[in-house]
């Protein structure tokens, strides 16, 4: 079993190639070989005893994708994304990465099965972000394409293709659409979106964090654990349920941020929460406004998709996997 | 009034240019030029004494786009399409035209505009093929898009596109997603819709016409007429109301075989429905089953646009149009 993913070095990738070679198979089949790309070269990952090639590449650059799947990839893990905040700051280069990059993918995969049998299974990270409000309370798997954003119209005229192309057999793909990731490890960022995991890893940490909106609001998260599942999951699963709606939201888990917090208490102790600093901004507040709270994700659960069950269980996953288990100041 | 219409050579845009060269007014304003321009050089309108150009060239090719804009019209037609058998059959030609051709004409718009102040309105003819089966009995304004073809794939991206560039202000975009036009004018062909026009134009025409399906097989229509209504309707109101959902479903009417032949029988008489031979075609029947019936179209009506009344008057219309009032055999 030969895997490719593409967009090896970003946080969901390199937590799935860790999973991968921790779990030495997919599918029940070993894994065999890896090729691991990324504009900035991935690292070769330790303990792992197949072939392993990585490679610093824009998949939106001349004969890349090509490049990428000449090793015949069984199945293809397509993370590689220009972000939200900079797909919408720069209309150009986002249209390149998002679209036109998985464009290519997919013609190099067409080009290379017109000239043999090759047909691998193609994992596409789709977004929320191809929703745009007024949403329902609940939104329906069946909820229509309705983007805000130029990184949401990308994802979703990716999810087309992936359809188009899967219904004419060029390859068997599934676009997953993740929810918001939470706890996002590293540094704080000042993503939008930023606070969500911000109000949880800082204090954990023992670092002070800001709270930018009220506790009211309500989103739709899942843990970087649950996001490498659904990716696995989504490469194993037999996709002929799918017929031609090729693309799935998520399962996750919708909490306010007051339900946040009071895991937070739960799991870290009223010292965590003590770190948590209101300092309102009705400009995050206005855009977060328009953000899912929750989605149906019954066709997902049908098909096996598993969420985080609560928000203890996020943090505590973000304890063992980040923190060596160790939460700052003790609960 | 300056007014380009990409597609100018189909029955469409040659009805459009007729019906703008009668008014000799859009939005109030009179018509004081039109671009015309189609694969093969449209016919220089009579009768109009604006300024006209006219062209042959493919939208898709390098430079085209830039060219056909260069006048800054203020409204623009893109009718410009390949059409679904043909995009189904031929990959690459259906991508480079229908998507590739529509994203070069947005991206010509955006580049004139970032010269000096520029923002015309398009209207983008869309289709109910960016819907697919299973659906439900009435289709709502707000079903999912679920292409089953390459066709309705293009027609979906090019939608995102255009809701995308409008919500940055690079253009003031409309998707019009039309019914089946019926009765289309000309020659039999073998389209799988092409029975829905056959089975009145010929008869009509005194000539036999053959029906492949069953007479319950419900669908969606608009006369050629009413298209050229919803084009200029589009062209003419505020857009505002539609935020950033920027494709729009028009109204129809929605009726089985069965009444259409009631119609026909009503406006013809029963010698023109004695011309329909009823040749069952499986295939063409199965096609068909996945075809949607009925539209809600609540948006579009609350927009103003306006569908035919009965079938009566769609072969009335076309009798009136095409026939010059007289039907082969009389009534």
Redesign the interface.
Known sequence: MHILILGAGGMIGRKLTARLVADGTLRGEPVTALTLIDVVEPAKPAGFSGEVKTRAADLSAPGVAAQSIEGRPDVIFHLAAIVSGEAEAN?ELGYRVNLDGTRLLFEAIHALGQAGQYAPRVVFTSSLAVF?APFPDIIPD???????T?YG?QK??GE??L??YS??GIFDGIGIRLPTICIRPGLPNKAASGFFSNILREPLAGQEAVLPVDESVRHWHASPRSAVGFLLHAATIDLAPLG??RSVSMPGLSATVGEQIAALRRVGGEGAVKLIRREPDPTIARIVSGWPGRFEAGQARALGFQADASFDDIIRAHVEDELGGKIAGGA
Chains 1, 2 share one sequence.
């Open positions: 209309f745009g069946e909820f229509f394409l309705t983007p805000l130029s119209t979703a005229m087309l293709l359809a188009d219904r004419r031609a709606r």
